[in-house]
């Protein structure tokens, strides 16, 4: 405690702030603490870090494997020197194929670095809608080394942009955002100096960018062979109840074309364990062809009793009432996996 003294005609008493009344001392207390609790919660805050992301091209989407390639630039700016995010940035679920610096400076207490990156990055795509699927495409990055406690993204949604020469086949590029969120990941990673910690924590900027299917033409370019092996099927039927022969070349025919499309969608898709929309329409076009096997067998069963009119006037009611049907049950298939139902 600050004290001086002096002498008296008493003696040395005490004067300076040990003399001070006791609401003095307080207000005094209370000044010293709202300027040195700012000054230390600023310290332990966590350091900003603007990042924006300018789109310049993807490469490719690819489908069976999962995956997609994005050329992309992407910028970092914060104020000064306690981190360096440019160090230890990471594209999450995937891999930097190129990393290029391109800006690295310092401006007063600004930094800013410049990076064109090219990664492949991993995607679950929903393709419960194939061909007519959309998708959202999403860049997140992460710092590896500091979590949320050390340092935050902040999105510079400003000059975030896409090239206008961005390009994918078979989609349109549509809306586009950046945001940012802490990420929780259950386990403190093994580390004895977070002991006690369950969790931990990552700040992660986000850039997403909606595809969406630039109408009908490669849905009728994959599905007009598998339409048109039903059709064959259903022509069976317009010919002579007792040409069973005839018929059944026809069916059979059909079944090949159908299958020469179930093969190419396969080829097209990773496997899955759900039943999506392309796998409904094949598996419809086949109970459709083997329901014309049928009624071929049951008309010619019925030629063979000797009932040839009978036979040939069921078969044009088979050979109007099923294609009708058909293209019923293919437009309830579309309408539902499109939730139109």
């Known amino acids: 405690m600050l ?4 002498r008296s005609r008493d003696g040395w008493t005490r004067t300076g702030f040990g003399a001070l009344p006791r609401l003095l001392k307080v207000a005094v207390l209370w000044v010293l603490t709202l300027l040195i609790l700012p000054s230390y919660a600023a310290d332990k805050a966590p350091v900003v870090v603007d990042v924006g992301v300018f789109l310049n091209n993807v490469p490719s989407v690819m489908l069976k494997e999962r995956k997609f390639q994005v050329d992309f630039n992407v910028w970092f700016r914060w104020t000064g ?23 690295k400076k310092k401006t007063g207490n600004v930094n800013y670095g410049l ?33 949320s406690s050390e340092m935050v ?34 386990t403190n990673y093994g580390d004895p100096e977070a ?3 369950t969790e931990s924590n990552y700040s992660r900027f986000t850039f997403s960018l909606d595809l969406i299917r630039n109408g009908y033409g490669n849905f009728l370019k994959l599905f007009s062979m598998l339409f048109f092996a039903g059709g064959i099927a259903f022509f069976a039927f317009w010919v002579r109840s007792d040409y069973l022969d005839s018929r059944l070349a026809l069916i059979v025919s059909g079944i090949f074309m159908a299958a020469i499309t179930a093969n190419m969608i396969s080829s097209s898709l990773p496997e899955s364990d759900s039943f999506d929309m392309a796998e409904r329409l094949y598996f419809a076009t086949m109970a459709f062809i083997f329901a014309t096997c049928l009624g071929s067998l049951h008309t010619f069963k019925i030629f063979l009793a000797g009932n040839e009119d009978k036979a040939n006037v069921l078969s044009r009611r088979l050979g109007l009432v099923l294609p009708v049907a058909y293209v019923l049950v293919n437009l309830l298939i579309v309408m539902l996996a499109h939730g139109e139902i």
């Open 3 to 6: 004290m001086t003294c002096r």
């Open 81 to 103: 020197d306690a981190v360096n995010p440019l160090e230890s940035f990471e594209v999450v679920a995937g891999h930097i194929d190129l990393k290029e610096e391109l800006v």
């Open 115 to 147: 990076y064109k990156i090219v990664a492949t990055i991993n995607y679950n795509f929903d393709l419960a809608k194939y061909p007519l699927d959309d998708h959202a495409l999403k860049i997140q990055i992460e710092d590896v080394k500091r979590d």
């Open 153 to 186: 993204y902040r999105a510079d949604t400003a000059s975030t942009n896409i090239s206008p020469k961005v390009h994918v086949p078979g989609w349109d590029t549509g809306h586009f955002d950046a945001t940012t969120a802490v990420v929780h990941y259950p």
């Open 195 to 197: 002991a006690k910690a």
